[in-house]
């Protein structure tokens, strides 16, 4: 049998996983902080002795990275929520392996026990761990990530700094994005809190999914998809009339 219908096989696994990524894409347009992932495709060669030539190369699909591009930033007016400032620096939060990872997601929220996290659940980092607010009447983020809190029952009437967001820059770093749509330091390990980042208090960024072209990318990938499908079927028609030359005439 040609090898054509492994190749073609190859490309129609790989056409799979990337309606995949491209359709999650999709789903994630209005999710908050959400950046897109990037699909690649590439050709596997398989190494010889130099005395054949091999004229069927599988192809191969992986998710490389996600889309570092910006959102829009959209103003809420809500102390919890803050839009992190250029492209480089991602708020750092607690995975749930109780790794650090990083997100652009910035509907803050507090738990019933204190701590502060992200709107999907993750602990939010501050300079020495996950920040932890005390009860208090009202809060206002910096900048700079600087949270202070007007606590319950201060007569003072002063404001009390609890911690400050810790934000990691990504520029240089070997990061990868994960199944949680957390960026992940490749290999394990945390990166240091950039202190010239900012955020923008009262705004969130929304997600950076172009649905149009989200739309053209699936088109173009189900017409790939067909003509691998098509190929499979060249290969079996080829395949049998190979066989009919070779039957011995009766």
């Known amino acids: ?138 809060l206002t983020i910096a900048p700079d990530g600087s949270i202070s809190i007007m606590a319950q029952g201060d007569a003072t009437g002063q404001p009390q700094i609890i911690d400050r967001l810790k934000l990691a820059s990504t520029t240089g770093s070997n990061t990868v994005k994960g199944l949680d749509n957390l960026l992940r330091v490749k290999g394990g390990g945390a990166l240091p809190a950039d202190m010239d980042a900012t955020v923008q208090a009262g705004a969130l960024e929304g997600s950076n999914v172009n649905l149009t072209q989200a739309l053209v990318d699936m088109i173009e990938n189900q017409r790939s998809y067909e003509v691998q499908a098509n190929l499979m079927k060249e290969a079996k028609s080829m395949d049998e009339s190979s066989a009919q030359l070779l039957r011995m005439p009766s």
């Not at 790989?14 to 359709?23: E, N």
């Open 1 to 138: 049998m040609d090898k054509l219908v492994y190749t073609a096989a190859t490309g129609l696994r790989a056409h799979m996983s990337a309606q995949a990524a491209i359709a999650n894409n999709m789903a994630n347009a209005s999710t908050t902080g959400f950046r897109a992932d990037r699909v690649v495709f590439d050709r596997i060669e398989l190494k010889g002795d130099g005395t054949q030539f091999e004229a069927r190369m599988p192809a191969s699909e992986e998710v490389t990275d996600a889309d570092r591009a910006a959102g829009a930033v959209q103003s809420t007016g809500r102390a919890l929520d803050v839009a992190v400032n250029g492209t480089a620096a991602w708020l750092a939060v607690q995975a749930a392996d109780g790794s650090e990872a990083y997100t652009r997601r910035g509907d803050l929220t507090v738990a019933p026990t204190g701590v502060l996290q992200t709107g999907d659940g993750f602990p939010v980092m501050g300079q020495s761990g996950p920040i932890t607010l005390p009860p208090y009447d009202s």
